[in-house]
């Protein structure tokens, strides 16, 4: 997994970005309309439920804006929201609340329908020992507020890219010539470049699990598009060998039974692909 540090580094770039994106050389229609001094104060509006999340990226948007800008906020990130119910305050300079309004609910409105989707998930795990996962299926360019957000919403994050962890998966595994000779491969790879990398090997058949096996050291086996028979006895195969996941078509109608297989682990990229944004607006409080 990525550094804190590594992680912070990709929220910089993605404010930076979006704020260049959207302001360029200027919000002239606030510079036409509003005294450069004026100042004023805004109030995040939910007009939905679900679960909030963005209010702490929110504050880095803000920061980056105008660092005179203050917040007070009133609902945390990660806890349940209704209609009606305010975030947060903004309070300072008018231009400097409106620069940073769209990034804002741009950025809230996705987290939150994210954490929201990913909260159904972990509360139908509930009693297993298993817990969901993202995966890579993520908007180019915000992959880190939308892993983010699946940790709000109580999920687990995947590997964040494809340089901090080895994943062979189907290509992987037939253009290198079959599973032994992918995971002989590897190992040699991590050993000549002194990298310290978790692999994960995924297995389309229960023939491909007793391979991966065979060859050890492996850290998660991706039990991929199995029915639920399989998983068991593929659960079964793999004991206490290594970490196991469940991937392919989980959804919220088969998570629990996929857990209830035994895994360790289930992945779906519906909860950062599919999601329908939640409703959020940033309103001027009136004096």
């Known amino acids: 997994m990525i550094s804190e540090k590594q992680f912070e580094k990709e929220l910089s770039i993605i404010i930076a970005n979006a704020i260049r994106e959207d302001v360029g050389d200027g919000d002239h229609s606030s510079l036409a309309c509003i005294p450069y001094d004026a100042v004023g104060e805004a109030k995040l509006l939910v007009k939905d439920g679900g679960i909030i999340a963005g209010v702490d990226f929110a504050k880095q948007v803000f920061d980056f804006v105008d660092s005179t800008l203050e917040v007070e906020v009133l609902i945390p990130d990660g806890n349940k929201v209704k209609y009606g119910d305010i975030v947060f305050y903004v ?93 002989k491969a590897t190992k040699a790879y991590l050993k000549d470049h002194k990298l310290h990398l978790k692999i994960i090997v995924e297995a389309r058949n229960l023939n491909e699990i007793e391979e991966i096996l065979k060859s050890g050291g492996i850290h998660r086996i991706l039990i991929d598009n199995f029915n ?14 290594c970490q196991t996941e469940s991937s392919g078509g989980i959804t919220l109608e088969t998570a629990r039974k996929y857990a209830e297989c035994g895994v360790d682990f289930v992945s779906t990229g519906a909860i950062t692909h599919s999601v329908y944004n939640m409703d959020l607006s940033l309103k001027a409080v009136e004096f």
């Open 91 to 183: 309070s300072g300079l008018s231009q400097s609340i409106l620069k940073a309004e769209r990034l804002v609910l741009n950025a809230m409105q996705r987290m939150s329908a994210i954490a929201t989707k990913t909260n159904k998930f972990v509360q139908l795990l509930e009693g297993t020992n298993t817990k969901i996962l993202d995966t890579r299926k993520t908007t180019p360019g915000i992959r880190a507020l939308e892993k983010w957000a699946v940790k709000i919403g109580g999920g687990e994050n995947h590997r964040f890219a494809l340089y901090d962890m080895i994943m062979l998966k189907d290509n992987h595994i037939d253009f290198a010539g079959g599973i032994t000779n992918a995971i």
């Open 228 to 241: 639920f028979e399989d998983t068991k006895k593929a659960v079964a195969l793999i004991g206490d060998h």
